[in-house]
Nanobody, 126 residues
Framework: VQLQASGGGLVQPGGSLRLSCAASGFTLNSYAIGWFRQAPGKVREGVSCISRSDGGTYYADSVKGRFTITRDNAKNTVYLQMNTLKPEDTAVYYC????????????????????WGQGTQVTVSS
């Protein structure tokens, strides 16, 4: 059972990237899938989440309107389309699978986050 995140890279401010989270060993649409990021010296934060039941999507305020999370069941992959990237989006991005998306005063997370992929580096710089 494995999650594999990919698609990171170096992009100029205002540019776009699409991250992929591919699953092996389990069916991705049986889980809520979240994207998280961690910048150097900062705590990890939830960026976006897609629920397993109704496909509902959730976003951190800092990325709302710029990032879009989608699921391709045929490819067993969840994507994070990131547009209008800013230097403050620079971080290592991780995907994780859990029971459900969780929104609280503390931010966006996952209930029972069972699976985590390795990170992919996103650097936004001119």
């Amino acid at each position: 059972v494995q999650l594999q995140a990919s698609g990171g890279g170096l992009v100029q401010p205002g540019g776009s990237l699409r991250l992929s989270c591919a699953a092996s060993g389990f069916t991705l649409n049986s889980y809520a899938i979240g994207w998280f990021r961690q910048a150097p010296g900062k705590v990890r934060e939830g960026v976006s989440c897609i629920s397993r039941s109704d496909g509902g999507t959730y976003y951190a305020d800092s990325v709302k309107g710029r990032f879009t999370i989608t699921r391709d069941n045929a490819k067993n992959t969840v994507y994070l389309q990131m547009n209008t990237l800013k230097p403050e989006d620079t971080a290592v991005y991780y995907c994780a699978g859990g029971f459900s998306c969780l929104t609280s005063e503390y931010g966006l997370g996952l209930v029972e986050d069972d699976y985590w992929g390795q990170g992919t580096q996103v650097t936004v710089s001119s």
